[in-house]
């Protein structure tokens, strides 16, 4: 994925840099790379940082196994 986040930084810098104001080149840059990474890394962040929590959580005890007690009968 860090590849394709480094080429599509390369492609709209170039994009930029072919604008005709240095204003226009950044308001370029910021819409068309900036802001969609940042979402999309966002959201994939957020898989990963639901992964680790649940690695560092301890795993609940099993409430549907049953219980050796000494019932009776």
Request: charged share 15%.
């Amino acid at each position: 994925m860090w590849i394709v986040a480094l080429a599509w930084i390369y492609v709209v810098g170039l994009m930029a840099l072919t604008e005709p104001s240095v204003v226009a080149g950044i308001m370029t840059f910021l819409a068309y790379c900036l802001l969609p990474l940042s979402i999309l890394f966002y959201i994939t962040g957020s898989k990963r940082r639901q992964a680790r929590k649940n690695r560092a959580a301890p795993a609940p005890a099993d409430s549907t196994a049953p219980h050796d007690s000494a019932a009776p009968d």
